[in-house]
Nanobody, 112 residues
């Protein structure tokens, strides 16, 4: 069974930074697309950023120029570097593999 374990969430002030990590196991990591989604209270889950097996990336308009997704295939890990955080970035962030497998989520809270 595929396992995705996120870490790095927490409480940060507006303007601060956090880096989320997601370690994948029991999956051919290097050939699969990885992504980060988030869900804020009372809202639907939304795609934050994705990265293909070849390293191509895409971002939600709301996070462009602030967030960066990257991957380290040797470590089976995908990262989300989040800078200039805003209160509206507060959500549970989920790591997703191959658009099918989901992690348990990590809470990110940005205080104003």
């Amino acid at each position: 069974q595929v396992q995705l374990v996120e870490s790095g969430g927490g409480l940060v002030q507006a303007g601060g930074s956090l880096r989320l990590s997601c370690v994948a196991s029991r999956i051919a990591f290097s050939i699969n697309r990885m992504g980060w989604y988030r869900q804020a209270p009372g809202k639907q889950r939304e795609l934050v950023a994705g990265i293909s097996a070849g390293g191509s990336t895409n971002y939600a308009d709301s996070v462009k120029d602030r967030f960066t997704i990257s991957r380290d295939n040797a470590k089976n890990t995908v990262y989300l570097q989040m800078n200039s955080l805003k209160p509206e970035d507060t959500a549970v962030y989920f790591c997703v593999a191959a658009r099918v497998y989901w992690g348990q989520g990590t809470q990110v809270t940005v205080s104003s």
